[in-house]
C-alpha cells in the first residue's frame, strides 16, 4: 500500500504571508497512462473537503491563484500566497494512482 | 450543478446496522463511481472504498471488510453505505465522493454510537 507522508502537522501563518504543505509518497505516483494523480483539499470546519488542486498542478474551478502545486514522482508541495482568513482549516494530500491514500493532514492557523 | 446530498445524522446503538444515502444530481451518475471517505472525530480522512456505479461492484480497502456494504439504486441516482453489527469505533462522520479524483463531495452523515 501506498503510505503518504504529509507535512507539517500544524503550520501557523500570517495573513498575507505564504505557507506551503509538502506530500511525499513511498512509491512513484506515476500512472501506467502518464499521469500523476495527486490531488490537493481544504477541509474547513464541520464542512466536506472541497478539491483546490488536481493531478498536481491543476487548479479546480474556482480556486484562486494563490494557490498552486508542484512535484513529481514520489514529492509533491501545495504552495498558498497572500494567505487569507478563508484559506484557514485542514489541508489533505490525496493520491489515487494505486487505490486512495491520504495525508494524515496539515492544520493551517494564524500565528 | 452537480451535488451529492447525504441522509442526516443517526444515532445508533453497539450491534444495530445503519444505512447512508448519497443521492446524486447534476451528472449521469453511472458516468462516475462513488467512494467513502470516513473522518472519526478530529481525525484525518481515511479511505474506505468505492463502488462502480456501472457495474454495482464494489471494492472495500482492507479496515472495511466484513461488516460495511456498499449498493446502489441507479434508478434513483443513489448510493448507499450500509454498517453492519456497530461498535464504538464506528462514531465518525461519512462522507461519499464523485469519481477518482473526487472534485464532488456529499456534505457527510454523523454517525453516533452509543448505549
Known amino acids: 500500500d501506498v503510505v503518504m507522508t504529509q507535512t507539517p502537522v500544524s503550520l501557523p501563518v500570517s495573513l498575507g504571508g505564504q505557507a506551503s504543505i509538502s506530500c511525499r509518497s513511498s512509491?512513484?505516483?506515476?500512472?501506467?497512462?502518464?499521469?500523476?494523480?495527486l490531488h490537493w483539499y481544504l477541509q474547513k470546519p464541520g464542512q466536506s473537503p472541497q478539491l483546490l488542486i488536481y493531478?498536481?498542478?491543476n487548479r479546480f474551478s474556482g480556486v484562486p491563484d494563490r494557490f498552486s502545486g508542484s512535484g513529481s514522482g514520489t514529492d509533491f508541495t501545495l504552495k498558498i500566497s497572500r494567505v487569507e482568513p478563508e484559506d484557514l482549516g485542514d489541508y489533505y494530500c490525496?493520491?489515487?494512482?494505486?487505490?486512495?491514500?491520504f495525508g494524515g493532514g496539515t492544520k493551517l492557523e494564524l500565528k | 450543478q452537480i451535488q451529492l446530498v447525504q441522509s442526516g445524522p443517526e444515532l445508533k446503538k453497539p450491534g444495530e446496522s445503519v444505512k447512508i444515502s448519497c443521492k446524486a444530481s447534476?451528472?449521469?451518475?453511472?458516468?462516475?463511481?462513488m467512494y467513502w471517505v470516513k473522518q472519526a472525530p478530529g481525525q484525518g480522512l481515511q479511505y474506505m472504498g468505492w463502488?462502480?456505479?456501472?457495474?454495482?461492484?464494489?471494492t472495500y480497502a482492507d479496515d472495511f471488510k466484513g461488516r460495511f456494504v456498499f449498493f446502489l439504486e441507479t434508478s434513483a441516482s443513489t448510493a448507499y453505505l450500509q454498517i453492519n453489527n456497530l461498535k464504538n469505533e464506528d462514531m465518525a462522520t461519512y462522507f461519499c465522493?464523485?469519481?477518482?479524483?473526487?472534485?464532488?463531495w456529499g456534505q457527510g452523515v454523523m454517525v453516533t454510537v452509543s448505549s
Open positions: 447534476g451528472y449521469t451518475f453511472t458516468n462516475y463511481g
Open positions: 512509491q512513484s505516483l506515476v500512472h501506467s497512462n502518464g499521469n500523476t494523480y
Open positions: 493531478r498536481v498542478s
Open positions: 490525496l493520491q489515487s494512482t494505486h487505490s486512495w491514500t
Open positions: 463502488i462502480n456505479t456501472e457495474t454495482g461492484k464494489p
Open positions: 465522493a464523485r469519481g477518482t479524483t473526487a472534485y464532488y
